[in-house]
């Protein structure tokens, strides 16, 4: 099957001042992205029993 090439059509609208894009960083935040979160959602039965990091590590005896 042949390829077809077909012209793609200039989305930008006329409005956009693209002047006001520059002096921007790019991957300002991808380190972060990178690093990932430690984020856990508990059910909330152990998040009653849990309700803040002091009574973890109290329960725990870290």
Do not use: H, I, W
Not at 6 to 11: F, K, L, R, T
Not at 18 to 46: C, H, W
Not at 50 to 57: L, T
Request: glycine residues 8%; aromatic residues 6%.
């Amino acid at each position: 099957m042949k390829r077809v090439d077909v012209e793609q059509e200039d989305e930008m609208r006329t409005e956009y001042d693209l002047s006001e894009l520059k002096g921007r960083v790019r991957g300002k935040y991808v380190e972060r992205y990178r690093a990932g979160t430690n984020l856990v959602l508990l059910d909330p039965d152990v998040a009653a029993a849990f309700p803040n990091g002091q009574v973890v590590k109290k329960r725990c005896g870290c």
